[in-house]
């Protein structure tokens, strides 16, 4: 398919873009610790632009090292000692022919003291963020004053820098936006009140920004279509907002939404949609004349182009599509869509910056990592090497081996593809896992990868290969605990109910363990017409989740009538009836059910492994069969494995 809006020409201001693809700002906390742009930062940015993008947007970057940081290592632009890195990544940027923009922040409220070394958090009032849960104090007016001056400042620095542009953050629930929303602006000086004083602060930075700058200096301002907070901004008044900026002469709206209170709209998780938010967007280019970028879950280059061709946006921001696989832009150029690694919404990348760690993409183990693991050698001389299991681990360590030259016999116990990641697919919105296990599957059939369905290797076949390494990657076991009548034939694990050997229909449930293996199973049990109970140990629900994929779901399940019971023990399980105990308590209790579905994890098996080890040279262990872990493990265990495969 010929992408031909995805692939025009645009323009912000007076900057022409050579395509419609954004990257817009992601977190990434690969700044060094001085805030200076490192050299990891930089090969991240350019393998994005190499790969097709016409505008990169920074991540988040400080203008005031007082109480606006917002990461411990986090992009800085507060002084000009950071002119020179930063004209290092520009330089990096544009020899793709890309261009980039730095974006200007500050996290006002939405900020942990911690992070500014032990200060009160500030905000436009006195208002504490829920998701926060630290009252901040609310800034002087002098203090705003100051402020603004210092987001020319960092303006100032980025053109100095040669930055193509710079991009205000005004969305997000950050101060910016924290001053323009009704729900957190309750100042009575210049700068609350009405719409036109919450909107002050705002217009004096872009103002300054034109003044010092030069008109022609592109400036682009991320606001929030909808905050989806109660009493906070709505689309209507966000429609009045971008109106007075094109006013001031903005060049472009970047359109998002969501609040650190509603933080499930600002990075969905895997149930979200593509597409699913881009009224807003097509709202927004209704009323402005000038450029709007959108960020609305895009996954497919089919559907950039459709938004494009529907006149919803001017730019496509893709955002974690290219954390997935950077070649986004070069593979739909060249129409090879197929090999896209899509995106599976996983929240793996937020989670890992939001625990103060460097960005991490469960499906590409290079992200950030691209100078500590460059193209690989080619030097496998076509020696073979087997890997024994067919889920994440072993596709991804099948494809670096092939990349690399080796050649590697791929077996799968299954008649498919994909491991406990192919099982996870199947409970309801989790269709994005099967974009990426259908990349996976064409990539290994591009690199002409011998995979051996339904077949599971024995000791002797192996050594029939001579293999000059095997990679066992075959899983691990459901865990079965030693609980009276656990070996019932009413009982039966989530691989089990997954694969359709368990066919569970119109019964009384009980779910035991509450990780997001057991709630996504809870919620494919209930949509087959169950009555589902599931019961968790700890002292709540989902306790090693991450909590928005957590607030995901569960919403779902209640709105399913599924019940959730924390701090309870599975004691017995008899025919018709489960015996549950209270921990906290000691209370019993007997509860009638038809089945019991256990997920309570998975062990690894050493016995296969032991064998293997004392009669091949080289034999190595990848994903749950070392660790049980999450899919981005398994895929940076099948990596690093093969590619240090000497």
Same mark, same amino acid.
């Given at each position: 398919? %010929?992408?031909?809006? $995805?692939?025009?020409?645009?323009?912000?201001?007076?900057?022409?873009?050579?395509?419609?693809?954004?990257?817009?700002?992601?977190?990434?906390?690969?700044?060094?610790?001085?805030?200076?742009?490192?050299?990891?930062?930089?090969?991240?940015?350019?393998?994005?632009?190499?790969?097709?993008?016409?505008?990169?947007?920074?991540?988040?970057?400080?203008?005031?090292?007082?109480?606006?940081?917002?990461?411990?290592? &986090?992009?800085?632009? =507060?002084?000009?000692?950071?002119?020179?890195?930063?004209?290092?990544?520009?330089?990096?940027?544009?020899?793709?022919?890309?261009?980039?923009?730095?974006?200007? &922040?500050?996290?006002?409220? *939405?900020?942990?003291?911690? $992070? /500014?070394?032990? %200060?009160?958090?500030?905000?436009?009032?006195?208002?504490?963020? =829920?998701?926060?849960?630290?009252?901040?104090?609310?800034?002087?007016?002098?203090?705003?004053?100051?402020?603004?001056?210092?987001?020319?400042?960092?303006?100032?620095?980025?053109?100095?820098?040669?930055?193509?542009?710079?991009?205000?953050?005004?969305?997000?629930?950050?101060?910016?936006?924290?001053?323009?929303? +009704?729900?957190?602006?309750?100042?009575?000086?210049?700068?609350?009140?009405?719409?036109?004083?919450?909107? !002050?602060?705002?217009?004096?930075?872009?103002?300054?920004? %034109?003044?010092?700058?030069?008109?022609?200096?592109?400036?682009?301002?991320?606001?929030?279509?909808?905050?989806?907070?109660?009493?906070?901004?709505?689309?209507?008044?966000?429609?009045?907002?971008?109106?007075?900026?094109?006013?001031?002469?903005?060049?472009? /709206?970047?359109?998002?939404?969501?609040?650190?209170?509603?933080?499930?709209?600002?990075?969905?998780? /895997?149930?979200?949609? &593509?597409?699913?938010?881009?009224?807003?967007?097509?709202?927004?280019?209704?009323?402005?004349?000038?450029?709007?970028?959108?960020?609305?879950?895009?996954?497919?280059?089919?559907?950039?182009?459709?938004?494009?061709?529907?006149?919803?946006?001017?730019?496509?921001?893709?955002?974690?599509?290219?954390?997935?696989?950077?070649?986004?832009?070069?593979?739909?150029?060249?129409?090879?869509?197929?090999?896209?690694?899509?995106?599976?919404?996983?929240?793996y990348c937020i989670q890992e910056v939001m625990e103060c760690k460097v960005i991490k993409c469960a499906v590409n183990a290079r992200v950030g990592r691209e100078l500590e693991f460059p193209e690989p050698?080619?030097?496998?001389?076509?020696?073979?090497?087997?890997?024994?299991?067919?889920?994440?681990?072993?596709?991804?360590?099948?494809?670096?081996?092939?990349?690399?030259?080796?050649?590697?016999?791929?077996?799968?116990?299954?008649?498919?593809?994909?491991? =406990?990641?192919?099982?996870?697919?199947?409970?309801?919105?989790?269709?994005?896992?099967?974009?990426?296990?259908?990349?996976?599957?064409?990539?290994?059939?591009?690199?002409?990868?011998?995979?051996?369905?339904?077949?599971?290797?024995?000791?002797? *076949?192996?050594?029939?290969?001579?293999?000059?390494?095997?990679?066992?990657a075959a899983g691990a076991q459901p865990i079965i605990p030693a609980i009276p009548g656990v070996t019932g034939d009413n009982v039966c694990t989530v691989v089990d109910v997954l694969s359709g050997a368990?066919?569970? !229909?119109?019964? @009384?449930?009980?779910?035991?363990? =509450?990780g997001m293996t057991g709630l996504e199973t809870a919620e494919y049990l209930a949509e087959q017409g169950n009555q589902v109970t599931v019961v968790e140990m700890q002292p709540r629900i989902g306790p090693?989740?991450?909590?928005?994929?957590?607030?995901?779901?569960?919403?779902?399940?209640?709105?399913?009538?599924?019940?959730?019971?924390?701090?309870?023990?599975?004691?017995?399980?008899?025919?018709?009836?489960?015996?549950?105990?209270?921990?906290?308590?000691?209370?019993?209790?007997? *509860?009638?059910?038809?089945?019991?579905?256990?997920?309570?994890?998975?062990?690894?098996?050493?016995?296969?492994?032991?064998?293997?080890?004392?009669?091949?040279?080289?034999? %190595?262990?990848?994903?749950?069969?070392?660790? +049980?872990? @999450? /899919?981005? &493990?398994?895929?940076?265990?099948?990596?690093?494995?093969?590619?240090?495969?000497?």
């Amino acid at each position: 398919m %010929k992408y031909e809006k $995805l692939f025009a020409a645009g323009r912000i201001g007076r900057l022409e873009l050579r395509n419609r693809i954004v990257m817009p700002a992601m977190g990434t906390s690969l700044a060094a610790a001085s805030g200076e742009a490192s050299d990891e930062m930089i090969a991240y940015y350019e393998e994005r632009a190499a790969g097709g993008c016409g505008l990169i947007i920074t991540e988040i970057t400080r203008v005031d090292n007082e109480t606006g940081v917002g990461t411990p290592n &986090q992009l800085n632009a =507060s002084d000009l000692l950071y002119v020179p890195r930063l004209e290092k990544l520009a330089r990096a940027v544009h020899r793709h022919d890309s261009r980039i923009f730095l974006q200007l &922040q500050h996290p006002g409220r *939405q900020n942990h003291g911690r $992070l /500014i070394g032990g %200060k009160q958090i500030v905000a436009p009032s006195a208002v504490m963020s =829920s998701a926060i849960g630290e009252m901040p104090r609310e800034l002087t007016t002098e203090e705003v004053e100051a402020l603004v001056g210092k987001f020319v400042f960092g303006a100032y620095i980025a053109q100095l820098a040669g930055i193509d542009g710079v991009e205000i953050h005004g969305a997000h629930g950050y101060l910016i936006g924290q001053f323009l929303s +009704p729900l957190t602006n309750l100042r009575t000086d210049k700068y609350g009140g009405s719409l036109e004083g919450r909107m !002050r602060f705002l217009c004096e930075i872009v103002q300054g920004i %034109k003044k010092t700058c030069g008109a022609g200096f592109p400036v682009s301002v991320r606001i929030d279509g909808d905050e989806f907070v109660p009493g906070g901004i709505t689309l209507e008044e966000a429609l009045l907002t971008a109106l007075q900026l094109e006013k001031l002469g903005v060049d472009c /709206i970047n359109v998002s939404a969501g609040t650190y209170e509603s933080s499930n709209t600002i990075i969905e998780p /895997i149930s979200y949609p &593509q597409g699913w938010k881009k009224h807003l967007a097509a709202a927004m280019k209704q009323a402005v004349q000038i450029p709007v970028i959108a960020c609305d879950v895009i996954r497919k280059p089919d559907f950039a182009e459709c938004l494009l061709e529907e006149g919803n946006t001017d730019f496509v921001a893709l955002g974690r599509a290219l954390l997935a696989d950077p070649q986004w832009g070069n593979k739909a150029a060249e129409g090879r869509e197929a090999e896209i690694r899509t995106c599976i919404s996983c929240l793996y990348c937020i989670q890992e910056v939001m625990e103060c760690k460097v960005i991490k993409c469960a499906v590409n183990a290079r992200v950030g990592r691209e100078l500590e693991f460059p193209e690989p050698q080619q030097n496998g001389d076509g020696r073979v090497v087997a890997v024994v299991g067919g889920g994440p681990a072993g596709m991804e360590a099948a494809r670096v081996l092939a990349e690399r030259k080796f050649k590697p016999v791929l077996f799968e116990a299954r008649d498919v593809l994909g491991g =406990s990641v192919e099982l996870g697919s199947r409970p309801p919105l989790k269709e994005k896992l099967n974009w990426f296990l259908d990349s996976m599957e064409h990539q290994l059939e591009q690199l002409h990868v011998d995979v051996r369905l339904s077949e599971k290797p024995t000791l002797e *076949q192996l050594r029939e290969l001579d293999p000059y390494a095997v990679f066992v990657a075959a899983g691990a076991q459901p865990i079965i605990p030693a609980i009276p009548g656990v070996t019932g034939d009413n009982v039966c694990t989530v691989v089990d109910v997954l694969s359709g050997a368990a066919v569970i !229909r119109d019964k @009384r449930v009980v779910v035991i363990g =509450s990780g997001m293996t057991g709630l996504e199973t809870a919620e494919y049990l209930a949509e087959q017409g169950n009555q589902v109970t599931v019961v968790e140990m700890q002292p709540r629900i989902g306790p090693d989740a991450y909590l928005p994929n957590l607030i995901d779901i569960v919403t779902r399940l209640k709105k399913n009538g599924v019940q959730l019971l924390a701090s309870t023990k599975l004691v017995e399980v008899r025919e018709g009836t489960v015996v549950l105990e209270n921990v906290s308590t000691g209370d019993i209790s007997v *509860q009638d059910t038809d089945a019991v579905v256990l997920s309570i994890g998975v062990s690894p098996e050493r016995g296969f492994v032991n064998e293997l080890k004392r009669v091949m040279p080289q034999v %190595k262990v990848l994903g749950d069969a070392a660790k +049980p872990g @999450r /899919i981005g &493990q398994a895929i940076q265990s099948g990596f690093e494995t093969a590619y240090v495969l000497k």
